[in-house]
């Protein structure tokens, strides 16, 4: 099939998904082609059967805000028509939706149909599609799509929940790379940063508030004092610097390190022994999936689809948003006790497989024939 995936392109999980997507389509025979405003992060070297497209806006000063969303409609439509693709699919609902609507509109009246899939992430729906600003856009271009997927059991309930939706939504989860994400003998990394053995907690994210990155810091506070230990605090956002003052004024900055944006992020999951993500909205949690490829229990809250990843008590635990207290005991019963670790470590290794980019790329393949062939 020649497929046409729109995205962000930035680190964003959604951006992740997509890009890793296209290049497995790519890898099984089809011809992939990438469109959106900036090369995406995982897309650095040469790919057979993928093509990348630029969505260039030209800067005007009666624009005070670029309008991407008529360049990328412009770019979709000839991309279409002159790549002849057989569908399009679109990452993240805002804008991605309602520009390939759009551009399917004007495809329409030179007789082409381009069927266009789009999948929900998660803020799209649970933050910032679920406001005023953006709500009707949402609703109407998620009934316009010809098919529609969410990450998650959760984020497909929620959909329905909030938005007036009468098209059916499949569930296609996120998904891992076993070639890259496993474990590894990294000791040399793990001894430059634990030098006597100290356990060692991870928190991937991009620091925004929704991931609560400040309860990382309560937790590792409690554990800290109970079992020697070193956080790292992997990847960047608006709440980096909040985070670095209140590390400072717990006095924690000995014990933690902020490693900013990190391409191999497998190879410090190889040294973890524990992953935190509390966030307070997660629709899938695709960095604690990675952690568990690595054979990394998972300490998180139990909002959204994340209890669809981390199995209480067997590849970790769940506590309620905000109860640092129970997630603290909850990281103390598996850093203290070895077989408990080990125990949780093959089980979270387990759980991982079943969402194995093998499993889940004949999904997506199955369901873009389907929408083809309904069009
Ligand atoms: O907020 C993020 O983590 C980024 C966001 C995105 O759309 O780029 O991630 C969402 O999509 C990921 C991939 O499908 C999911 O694994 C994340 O759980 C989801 N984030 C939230 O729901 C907060």
Redesign the pocket.
Known sequence: MKIGIVC?P?Y??????ATELGLGLARRGHEVHFITYKRPARLSAFHENVVFHEVSTDDYPLFEYTPYDTSLASKLVDVVKFERLDLLHV??AIPHAAVAYMAKKILLTEGKYIPVIT?L????I??VGNNNAFAPVVAFSINKSDGVTA??ES?KQQTYEYFDIHNDIRVIN?FIDFERFRKVNKDHFKKAIAPNGERILVHV??F?K??RVEDVLHVFGKVYKEVPSKLLLIGDGPERHNLEELCRKMQLCHETRFLGKQDAVEELLAIADLFIMP?G???????A?EAMACEVPVISSNV??LPEVNIHGSTGYLSEVGDVEDMAKNALAILKDESQLREFRKNALAQAKRFDIDNILPQYEAYYEEIVKMA
């Open positions: 962000y930035t964003g999980g959604s951006g992740v998904v990452h993240y999948t992430h998660g803020t799209d649970t933050l990450v998650s984020l996120n994210s991009n925004r929704v991931k966030s909205s997660e629709s899938f949690g695709l960095a999936l959204g689809g």
